[in-house]
């Protein structure tokens, strides 16, 4: 079973540009979920999506970020524009449902400078 | 709100020596427990998980944790590591019912030492 895949895994922009990640998650996975990995922190949850409608946002800065996961498949994270401290590694996951495991992609390492 | 924490950022230890990785977390409410590991360049993998039962919760690579809920702890250990489990790890707890989303803490890195 292949697993949660991730493009582009290296990215380096200058600030004030924007960029776009990529995540297709496995097969049949209902839920979705993009997290941020910030050096020496753990990841934090930025946005979930259940099939394509968003379950939890809470902490996605929805000035410069924004997510879309249409026809509840493949979901694509965007930074516009993007600052320094957007800096971090950029995480999907995918479970089957809220309640089960979820599986993380290898994740896209953001430089911004 | 729920947190996480996990009380040393770094552990290193000589091959063939046991460890324990320590997580404390609070929460108002009910949460399961979960141990993650991450290796360099790659995604995290789910080491054990708490969901209820035995406290004494086995994982894969010969890891165990131990939830405490009068202590609030879920600390992870192993009898005897290998240089490859040499990597980050990551408690996390997630909120019963909800958007049953994953809080994590900010890390162990565990070195192993020949």
């Known amino acids: 079973e292949a697993g949660v895949a991730q493009s582009p895994r290296y990215k380096i922009i200058e600030k004030r540009q924007s960029v776009a990640f990529w995540c297709n998650p496995i097969?049949?996975?209902?839920?979705l979920y993009w997290y941020q990995q910030i050096l020496g922190q753990g990841p934090k949850l930025l946005i979930q999506f259940q099939n394509n409608g968003v379950v939890d946002d809470s902490q996605l800065p929805k000035d410069r970020f924004s997510a879309e996961r249409l026809k509840g498949v493949d979901s694509t994270l965007k930074i516009q524009p993007a600052k320094l401290e957007d800096s971090a590694v950029y995480l999907c996951?995918?479970?089957?449902?809220?309640?089960?495991?979820?599986?993380f992609g290898p994740g896209t390492r953001l430089t911004v400078t | 709100a729920q947190s996480v924490t996990q009380l040393d950022s770094q552990v290193p230890v000589f091959e063939e020596a046991p460890v324990e990785l320590r997580c404390n977390y609070s929460?108002?409410?009910?949460?399961?427990l979960f141990w993650y590991v991450q290796y360099p360049n790659q995604g995290l993998q789910l080491l054990l998980k708490y969901l209820s039962g035995s406290t004494l919760v086995k994982g894969i690579n010969g890891f165990e944790a131990e939830f405490n809920k009068s202590q609030t702890s879920f600390h992870l250990r192993k009898p005897s590591v290998h240089i490859s489990d040499t990597a980050e790890y990551f408690c996390?707890?997630?909120?019963?019912?909800?958007?049953?989303?994953?809080?994590f803490g900010k890390g162990t890195k565990l070195t192993v030492n020949p």
């Open positions: 929460s108002s409410v009910s949460v399961y």
């Open positions: 996951a995918s479970s089957y449902g809220r309640q089960y495991e979820q599986y």
């Open positions: 097969s049949g996975h209902a839920t």
């Open positions: 996390a707890v997630r909120l019963q019912g909800g958007s049953e989303k994953l809080v």
